[in-house]
């Protein structure tokens, strides 16, 4: 537990806890590194002065280009000087990015991107934003995501030659990037964030090999003023899609068959804080390890929220059995 001075000194506006004596310009020949000597209060109360070299760059944007039908993604490949004299014997993999340069991120990382990979993007989706070295340099990096086809490239790219820029771009698999995101072939940062990312939202995990677990989703309650033959009508529902799907070769579950059982052990009942508890959550839970969800029936606030759940795993969605392709004999 901590202690009430630490309590106190924590709880202080971070400005307080900092006083500058001293800062040194040691370059400015590309941007700007110096040495800062400053007082820091640690949490004890106690002033310690501490002397620390920050570069200063300004902030920066990047973005992940994809192909959602073609999974796949638009990276490029460039000489870093800095990996190398670290070891590494490779031209980097990354995503396209660059420095805002006193513009506003979208408009930064719409011109990068017509520079360093000649496209030209439509409508780039904000995701997140992150230090990616606060130890030692000052950059915020902005990060986005855009799908792009065919007609959004407009150029070669390349970057800037006056920058010393000499960047190639190329189309890579999805799947083929994580498995060099696992081998260390790319080993960038800011790639490897976005390539998570669209592992979460966008393309979700390799397709398996075999038969697909298909999540039907469908009225349970809903409609029915809870009354128990209509529930029962919407159960023999789902159950009767589930053969379908078996019968196409692959695996249905259905949410009930995992979560009815476990609230009933838990000795919850239909509508109770039990129920609120295990159901939804745990479907969702159990979705996130499917391949595909099937939406059956009518209206039903819980499956078009299961169906939002899917979409943002980057399962696809098939709105009845006639869109789910027989498995193979």
């Not at 944007?61 to 638009?74: E, F, K, P, S, W």
Request: with cysteine; glycine share 8%.
């Amino acid at each position: 537990m901590p202690t009430d001075t630490e309590s106190r000194i924590t709880d202080l506006p971070l400005a307080e806890r900092v006083r500058v004596q001293q800062v040194k310009l040691l370059s400015d020949n590309w941007y700007t590194l110096k040495t800062t000597r400053f007082d820091f209060l640690r949490s004890n109360g106690e002033w310690q002065t501490q002397d620390r070299e920050t570069y200063d760059r300004g902030n920066g944007a990047t973005i992940l280009l994809y192909q959602r039908q073609r999974r796949c993604v638009l990276l490029t490949r460039q000489f870093r000087y800095p990996v190398f004299v670290n070891g590494w014997q490779q031209l980097m993999v990354e995503t396209v990015a660059g420095l805002l340069d006193e513009a506003d991120p979208v408009s930064c990382i719409r011109a990068e991107a017509e520079q360093e990979a000649g496209v030209h993007l439509r409508e780039p989706q904000a995701l997140f934003e992150a230090y990616m070295s606060p130890g030692s340099v000052t950059e915020k990096l902005h990060f986005f995501a855009a799908e792009y086809d065919d007609t959004d490239l407009v150029g070669e790219g390349g970057g800037l030659v006056d920058e010393g820029e000499d960047i190639a771009r190329f189309e890579l698999g999805f799947d083929e990037a994580m498995r060099q995101v696992e081998a260390g072939v790319i080993v960038d940062a800011k790639t490897i964030m976005l390539l998570r990312w669209a592992e979460r939202h966008v393309f979700g995990p390799p397709a398996r090999q075999g038969p697909s677990l298909v999540f039907i989703a469908g009225p349970y309650r809903s409609g029915t003023g809870d009354r128990e033959e209509a529930i029962a009508a919407n159960v023999r529902a789902m159950q009767d899609a589930a053969v379908q799907v078996a019968e196409l070769g692959h695996v249905p579950l259905l949410g009930e068959w995992v979560t009815l059982p476990l609230i009933e052990a838990a000795g919850g009942r239909r509508g109770d804080a039990v129920w609120d508890r295990f159901f939804h959550p745990h479907a969702q839970a159990v979705l996130e390890r499917c391949d595909a969800l099937l939406r059956i029936g009518g209206e039903s606030a819980g499956a078009d929220a299961m169906v939002k759940a899917a979409l943002a795993c980057g399962l696809p969605v098939h709105y009845g059995i006639a869109s789910l392709v027989a498995r193979p004999a």
